[in-house]
């Protein structure tokens, strides 16, 4: 993290974050290079854990 005092580190705190978000982005790596993948997403919190759920077709890159 580039700038400490902005870290957010309260679980919490990122749980009410995430789902403010409609969309996240994970990245893959194909051969040499990374790209990226724009996915909606669905949250699931308690006190033990987090389930975060994707919707992916079974054509296509991912």
């Not at 919490?12 to 724009?38: A, S, W």
């Not at 006190?47 to 991912?62: P, Q």
């Amino acid at each position: 993290m580039r700038k400490a005092n902005r870290e957010v580190k309260d679980r919490n705190e990122i749980i009410e974050i995430m789902k403010r978000c409609d969309v996240c982005r994970l990245v893959f790596n194909n051969g040499d290079y990374p790209y990226i993948v724009p996915l909606n997403f669905g949250l699931d919190a308690d006190e033990e854990k987090v389930i975060i759920y994707f919707h992916s077709a079974l054509e296509g890159t991912k």
